[in-house]
């Protein structure tokens, strides 16, 4: 069973609106939580990286929020852009040593004029 | 010129041969890594190298083999493809602060006849 959940599996949004995507996790003990961004055919790109005693973290429209009592994240994506069109996976960390990371199996956004 | 290159990006092969993706990074980390990419599901590691003289595998090393050429080559190897390896492979690099991959290459879709 996977230790990372996310949903919705794909959202559709008009451009311009507000969306916010959940990751809950399962994983401990917990080191840290990023998310990325992944474009059809590139690789996956970092937006946002948090600790567990960070609540909340911003790259332009993106803002991250984490609750690491609740083992919950959110990704919010603000005034949408069709170029927010992607995959956006959620990564926990269980330690920074040993190279192993649990990754979500990602929502797929897809904005429309 | 990309941080992380990944040669071929595609690339159709039958079942039985021998295959190796390539991985260059430009970034001067230490530490590199191969993931596999299957629809619906989360990233996958097969193998990470901390560094020339340490490889250790990940989740789902069966069936491949991995050489660290020097700090900024990481190859994989498939010895004996097979149709169940078809899925798209991302190398990714990090420095030694820990913590998830921070930059990925655009991966190799790979298919299996």
């Known amino acids: 069973k996977n230790q990372v959940e996310q949903s919705p599996q794909s959202l559709i949004i008009l451009e311009g609106k507000n969306c916010t995507l959940q990751c809950n996790y399962t994983v401990s003990p917990f080191s840290n939580l990023r998310w990325y961004k992944q474009d059809t055919g590139r690789g996956p790109v970092s937006l946002t990286i948090?600790?567990?005693?960070?609540n909340t973290k911003s790259n332009g429209r993106y803002t991250a929020t984490l609750d690491a009592d609740t083992k919950q994240s959110s990704l919010h994506i603000t005034a949408s852009q069709l170029s927010d069109s992607a995959s956006y996976i959620c990564?926990?960390?269980?330690?920074?040593?040993?190279?192993?990371?649990?990754f979500g199996a990602g929502t797929q956004v897809v904005v429309t004029p | 010129d990309a941080d992380v290159t990944q040669t071929p990006r595609n690339r159709i092969t039958k079942t039985g041969k021998r295959i190796m993706l390539e991985c260059s990074q430009t970034?001067?980390?230490?530490?590199m890594y191969w993931y596999r990419q299957d629809p619906g599901l989360g990233l996958r590691l097969i193998y990470y190298?901390?560094?020339?003289?340490?490889?250790n595998k990940g989740e789902i090393s069966d069936g491949y083999s991995v050489s660290r050429q020097a700090q900024a080559k990481f190859s994989l190897s498939l010895e004996s493809a097979i149709p169940n390896q078809t899925a798209l492979y991302f190398c990714a690099t990090s420095d030694n602060r820990g913590g998830q991959p921070q930059h990925f290459g655009d991966g190799t879709r790979l298919s299996i006849l």
């Open positions: 190298s901390f560094d020339v003289k340490d490889i």
């Open positions: 948090m600790t567990f005693s960070e």
């Open positions: 970034k001067g980390h230490d530490r």
């Open positions: 990564v926990v960390s269980l330690t920074d040593s040993w190279g192993k990371f649990q």
